[in-house]
């Protein structure tokens, strides 16, 4: 409902502006599209409450991932989670890393926010900002161990596949702030999509397959409500894992 979304806006501000960049101007990257979010009374209570403690805002400047989390883990982002489901159990199970999550999807993001609070997630982070921007401006190369990118939107039609996240000026700038040995993991159930990851991937620079094509199904990741939904439809869940070397 519009009026609780305003009413988060209202009490967090940052969280109305997704991106710096000026009204009318183009962006260089695309990672999402701004769609309309319903909002349950319970979500914007989870934000109000739990944002202060695990969400953090833009700023133009480097994270130190050591006092973000209070340790030295590892730290694994995951860029653009949906409604957090498979983020949740990865978190839980793979507490060995820690996680930042980025998503502008405020339903998506309440609802993680949510969880993430009610089982005191402390190696879990929340941004709701353009991945790109926050890339650029507040990750330090080298610094990532991995990268989740799970069913980004695929963009089917000829004329929209400009608009894919996975795309070579992407690619490098996600092989730029990998660590050594860091991954970047991505499952998509668009068939013609996963070929071009594969293909976006092997033309960049410092980055390697070590399957030579599609990976094996990994376990720890759980099923989420777009793979539910394509594998309705009989699509093949193709999962792609390079590294940088």
Known sequence: MQENQDSIFQDIPELQRVESRKEGTRREIKSYVLRTSYIRTFQVEAVKRYYPLYGIPFESRPLDFSKVFGNDNPVIIEIGFGMGTATERIARERSQYNYLCLEVFLSGFAKLLDAVGRNALANVRLMRFDAVEVLRNMILDGSVAGFHIFFPDPWPKKRQQKRR?????????????????????????????????????????????????????????????????????????????????
Do not use: S
């Open 165 to 245: 996240l996975i795309q070579p000026d992407f690619a490098r700038l996600l092989a730029q702030k990998l660590a050594e040995g860091g991954y970047i993991y991505c499952v998509t159930d668009w068939e013609e999509y996963a070929y071009q990851m594969l293909d976006v991937f092997a033309d960049t620079p410092g980055l390697v397959n070590p399957f030579g094509g599609f990976c094996p199904p990994v376990t720890w990741r759980d099923t989420t409500k777009f793979e539910q939904k394509g594998l309705a439809k009989a699509h093949p869940i193709n999962e792609v894992w390079v590294e940088k070397r």
